[in-house]
């Protein structure tokens, strides 16, 4: 059903010290050694990048952060420049969390200027969108979603849309156990498409890559890539262990 090459990236969020990430790389890359066909990536703490650049060096799998400023360097106390994510060794990087966008205060205007910086400087954006539970309760969720991706995409040409990534991540469902129907996840999946092709044009919407993120397990994956919108998952507390998270690629990699 996935029409695009599909994509699992874990998110560890605010997990794991140098040694577990270690760890974790070593056991990951034997247990996905003999994957093909699925682009793998492991968006990891700032502090745990260098050691899984060392660990993951030559391999598939790709390496991310979860976040950079949206400045190139100076004065700003603190936050990480996309030359200093590259450097240490990420091809990919997460924009707009909920998280970041809930807790920190990131805005529609801040994910824009990081998503075009990180196109800039050659990095892969994974750029998060996705409702409160009280704004799907109100039944806002598909305008919310629409204009969450218009402000972060807007501009972008095809050529950059063909690196971008975006994640659908309803917040209601993250680290909840209370994931999208497939229904649901596909309908603003394909939102988000159209939504692209609006900016850009179909053929642009149909190269761009949409994951849908939100409780997603080894149990859940395969329905959700079987919708036909939806081509792979941003994963949270399923991508800590790498038993859990390799079986769950194993059963996306069944399902397309
Ligand atoms: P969970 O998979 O833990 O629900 O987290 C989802 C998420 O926020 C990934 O970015």
Same mark, same amino acid.
């Given at each position: 059903?996935?029409?695009r090459?599909?994509f699992i990236?874990?998110?560890w969020?605010?997990?794991?010290?140098?040694g577990?990430?270690?760890?974790f790389?070593?056991?990951?890359?034997?247990?996905?050694?003999?994957?093909?066909g699925?682009?793998i990536?492991?968006?990891a703490?700032?502090?745990?990048?260098?050691v899984?650049?060392?660990?993951l060096?030559g391999g598939?799998?790709?390496?991310?952060?979860q976040?950079?400023f949206y400045?190139?360097?100076?004065?700003? =106390?603190?936050?990480i420049?996309?030359?200093?994510?590259?450097?240490?060794?990420?091809?990919?990087?997460?924009?707009?969390?909920?998280e970041r966008?809930?807790?920190?205060?990131e805005t529609?205007e801040?994910?824009?200027?990081? =998503?075009?910086?990180?196109?800039?400087?050659?990095?892969?954006?994974?750029?998060?969108?996705?409702?409160?539970?009280a704004?799907?309760?109100?039944?806002?969720?598909?305008?919310h979603?629409r204009?969450?991706?218009e402000?972060?995409?807007?501009?972008?040409?095809?050529?950059?849309?063909?690196?971008?990534?975006?994640?659908?991540?309803?917040?209601w469902?993250i680290?909840?156990?209370?994931?999208?129907?497939a229904?649901?996840?596909q309908?603003i999946?394909?939102?988000?498409?159209g939504?692209i092709?609006?900016l850009?044009?179909?053929?642009a919407?149909e190269? =761009?890559?949409v994951?849908?993120?939100?409780s997603?397990?080894?149990?859940?994956?395969?329905?959700?890539?079987?919708?036909?919108?939806?081509?792979?998952?941003?994963?949270?507390?399923?991508?800590?262990n790498a038993?859990?998270?390799?079986e769950?690629i194993?059963?996306?990699?069944?399902?397309?």
């Open positions: 059903m996935v029409k090459v599909p990236a874990g998110n969020k605010m997990n794991k010290l140098t577990e990430a270690q760890a790389a070593r056991e990951f890359k034997a247990l996905t050694r003999e994957f093909a699925v682009d990536a492991i968006c703490p700032f502090t745990c990048l260098t899984l650049r060392d660990e060096q598939p799998i790709l390496l991310g952060a976040n950079m400045e190139q360097s100076g004065a700003y =106390t603190g936050e420049s996309p030359a200093m994510i590259l450097d240490a060794g990420c091809a990919a990087v997460i924009i707009g969390h909920s966008r809930e807790i920190i205060g529609d801040t994910v824009a200027r990081k =998503t075009r910086l990180a196109l800039e400087a050659g990095l892969r954006p994974i750029v998060c969108v996705g409702e409160t539970l704004v799907r309760e109100e039944k806002r969720a598909v305008p979603v204009a969450q991706v402000k972060a995409l807007a501009g972008l040409g095809p050529d950059d849309l063909s690196r971008v990534t975006v994640a659908y991540e309803p917040i469902a680290g909840t156990g209370r994931t999208a129907t229904a649901d996840a309908e999946c394909a939102l988000v498409r939504t092709a609006g850009a044009g179909a053929a919407a190269k =761009t890559r994951l849908y993120g939100g997603v397990k080894a149990d859940n994956i395969a329905e959700l890539l079987g919708t036909g919108d939806i081509d792979g998952a941003l994963v949270g507390g399923a991508s800590l038993a859990d998270f390799a769950l194993r059963r996306a990699l069944v399902a397309v």
